[in-house]
Nanobody, 128 residues
Framework: QVQLVESGGGSVQAGGSLRLSCIYSGYTSSSACMRRGWFRQAPGKEREGVAIIYTQTSTTFYADSVKGRFTLSQDNTKNTLYLQMNSLEPEDSGTYYC???????????????????WGQGTQVTVSS
């Protein structure tokens, strides 16, 4: 059974930084489609992809809105996925979810429909 546990959320002022962590356990795969990453959802908005990594190749995708500010990394020795968030803006506020899937789906990697497993989320609030 896959488990994804996020931590590291909090409240910061604009321009500040946070590092989110996601400890993953359970099923993993050497499939070329194996991927993990982060989505976020603000109240009244759809869940959107923030950063995704294909674990076998370390190929990474970022939303345009976070490029140059956020960095996704993984530490396989600790079964942990990180999201370093710098230069935070109020628009970055929301609940951040860790996600994982190994199936090769038609939906693109930055689409929530492409993922089966989700963590419970961690809240990020950025004040101006």
């Amino acid at each position: 059974q896959v488990q994804l546990v996020e931590s590291g959320g909090g409240s910061v002022q604009a321009g500040g930084s946070l590092r989110l962590s996601c400890i993953y356990s359970g099923y993993t795969s050497s499939s070329a489609c194996m991927r993990r990453g982060w989505f976020r959802q603000a109240p009244g908005k759809e869940r959107e992809g923030v950063a995704i990594i294909y674990t076998q190749t370390s190929t990474t995708f970022y939303a345009d809105s976070v490029k140059g500010r956020f960095t996704l990394s993984q530490d396989n020795t600790k079964n942990t996925l990180y999201l370093q968030m710098n230069s935070l803006e109020p628009e970055d506020s929301g609940t951040y979810y860790c996600t994982q899937d190994s199936s090769c789906r038609a939906a693109g990697p930055m689409t929530s429909a492409a993922y089966r497993y989700w963590g419970q989320g961690t809240q990020v609030t950025v004040s101006s």
